[in-house]
């Protein structure tokens, strides 16, 4: 007989909405998601640089149930992603589920049951914990000499503060991952002049912007399969596959096609011999995330921009001083440095059975069983959650999958054959072994540092192919999981 559940859905970012619509789609009754920001939307809130753009095209990422005809352009601003949230959540009548600015610090399983704290003191308790925390919002912050005495504004690129005028300053942009490289092309127009320190060259994937005009857009309205033959279509599979090939396998064909992209777009669009070294990597072209991008040569290129890559001795109360003793004279520095990727739902505390606590479980490594679930910790559910499928492709995809995976294993909880339910730990040593081993010859284990590899130098991705990850999360495996 079907039973009365409560589910607490942690996060409000892409995949917690995911999960809130899901269980409202499903019936269920007693949901409640838990934010601890003030407003939805996950990284497309925590980001609000000047050029944040999602580098999977805009009609890819959406909602395979939520199709979006007002896309501004092939390739959508942040803002934009983030009012898509916003109308999603509105659509689809979830909104009520959600509580802003209540952060959960503490899961424990006890007597069949998952109990809540959060920081504001209040309790709960919840049958299923559904973990949709997010992988990149615990920002890295490096600690630089000198960054106190810093005069001028100093913050991450995550913590943007829209109270420093930018047009006409001196700016200095450390980090060149996807975040500083769309930072620095945004800004080279406006700034007086625009210092980009590089401690590692990238490779980037030319790929072409364009923007929807409004006849575009009334075509996407009326008729849905216009969207479609964008989302499903082969332009952005066959690009999607030819990844998934190069990853797994390094030597094939599909990484060969990658790495001579890259280099032709490197040779083709950087004119000066001296700036394109400069901005020529010593690692193989996808080991760190491809950075996607139509402009950031143009821009490195424009007479404001200067591409520095010495080593940083110190910050001053003026600028940056390298280690050669050259000095830039800086009003704004942003730390484009990324985020801790290995924390996951942590500083949550979260204690399974037998008061088994997750940080112990991830002390090697942050690891779920196919991405989703933990030994030892029964009815609770991760989407995004570590080793699961990382690129230039949707997350949304990924998430729904995941979803697809984790419905059929609350099913028996629903229909109340079942009270609880946990992958075998044999189970699981079992997936952790394998995908470590296969993470190793995957691209991204091919020589290079990025965030996707754990402390040991492991990368923390799924290994294998788009397809196997499909098939993996279309039916879980019964065998490996044990029920109460
Ligand atoms: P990333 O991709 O982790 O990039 C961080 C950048 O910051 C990268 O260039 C790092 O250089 C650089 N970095 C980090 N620490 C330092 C210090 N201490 N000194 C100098 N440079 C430093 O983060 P992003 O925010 O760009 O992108 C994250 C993801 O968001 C992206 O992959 C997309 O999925 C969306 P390094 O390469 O380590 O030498």
Redesign the pocket.
């Known amino acids: 007989m079907a039973k009365a559940l409560r589910f607490v859905v942690i996060g409000a970012g892409m995949s917690g909405i995911l999960a809130a619509i899901k269980l409202k789609e499903q019936g269920q009754k007693d949901v409640t998601v838990y934010e601890k920001g003030a407003t939805i939307g996950g990284?497309w809130r925590e980001n609000r640089y000047p050029g944040l753009t999602c580098?999977v095209p805009a009609h890819c990422y959406t909602y395979s149930f939520a199709p979006h005809a007002d896309w501004s352009a092939f390739y959508a601003p942040g803002p934009e992603i983030k009012n898509y949230f916003e109308k999603v959540i509105d659509d689809f009548g979830v909104r009520d589920l959600i509580q802003l600015e209540r952060e959960v610090t503490e899961c424990i399983w006890r007597d069949g049951r998952w109990h809540l704290r959060l920081a504001d003191g209040s309790a709960d308790a919840a049958d299923i914990v559904i973990a949709a925390s997010g992988v990149?919002h615990h920002i890295?912050m490096?600690e630089?000499e000198g960054m106190a005495d810093f005069q001028g504004a100093l913050f991450h690129?995550?913590r943007w503060d829209d109270s420093v005028a930018l047009d006409g300053q001196r700016i200095g942009v450390?980090?060149?991952?996807?975040?500083?490289?769309q930072i620095v092309t945004a800004l080279s127009t406006r700034a007086a002049k625009l210092v980009h320190?590089?401690?590692?060259p990238?490779w980037i994937m030319p790929v072409q912007q364009f923007p929807y005009s409004d006849e575009d857009r009334a075509a996407f309205r009326s008729d849905v399969a216009k969207i479609d033959a964008i989302r499903y279509g082969d332009d952005y599979w066959n690009g999607v596959r030819r990844f998934n090939k190069g990853l797994v396998d390094p030597d094939s064909e599909a990484m060969r096609e990658i790495e001579e992209l890259c280099r032709q777009n490197l040779e083709n669009n950087v004119h000066d011999p001296v700036l394109r070294e400069k901005l020529r990597p010593n690692y193989r072209a996808a080991c760190?995330?491809l950075i996607y991008s139509w402009n950031y040569y143009e821009a490195a290129q424009r007479p404001a921009v200067e591409i520095e890559t010495g080593k940083?001795d110190r910050i001053t109360a003026t600028g940056i001083r390298m280690a050669n003793g050259t000095e830039h004279a800086l009003d704004v520095i942003v730390m484009?440095?990324?985020?801790r990727?290995d924390r996951f739902i942590r500083p949550t505390v979260v204690l399974g059975e037998d008061g088994a606590d997750l940080d112990e479980l991830w002390r090697e490594r942050p690891t779920a069983h196919y991405a989703v679930t933990l030994p030892g910790f029964p009815n609770f559910f991760m989407l995004n959650g570590p080793t699961g499928p990382?690129g230039n492709f949707s997350l949304i995809d990924i998430a729904e999958r995941q979803w697809g995976y984790i419905a059929q294993l609350i099913a028996p909880i629903v229909e109340g054959e079942a009270k609880a339910v946990a992958p075998t730990r044999e189970a699981h040593a079992d997936y952790d072994r394998r995908r470590a081993d296969a993470a190793r010859n995957t691209i991204f284990g091919s020589g290079?540092?990025?965030?996707y590899l754990d402390k040991n130098g492991v990368p923390l991705t799924w290994p294998w192919s788009y397809d196997a990850f499909a098939e993996a999360m279309s039916a879980p495996k019964r065998e490996e999981y044990s029920w109460a």
């Open positions: 990284t580098d990149l890295n490096p630089i690129s995550a450390i980090g060149n991952g996807s975040t500083g490289v320190f590089q401690r590692s990238q760190k995330r940083i484009a440095t990324g985020f990727a990382v290079c540092t990025s965030w």
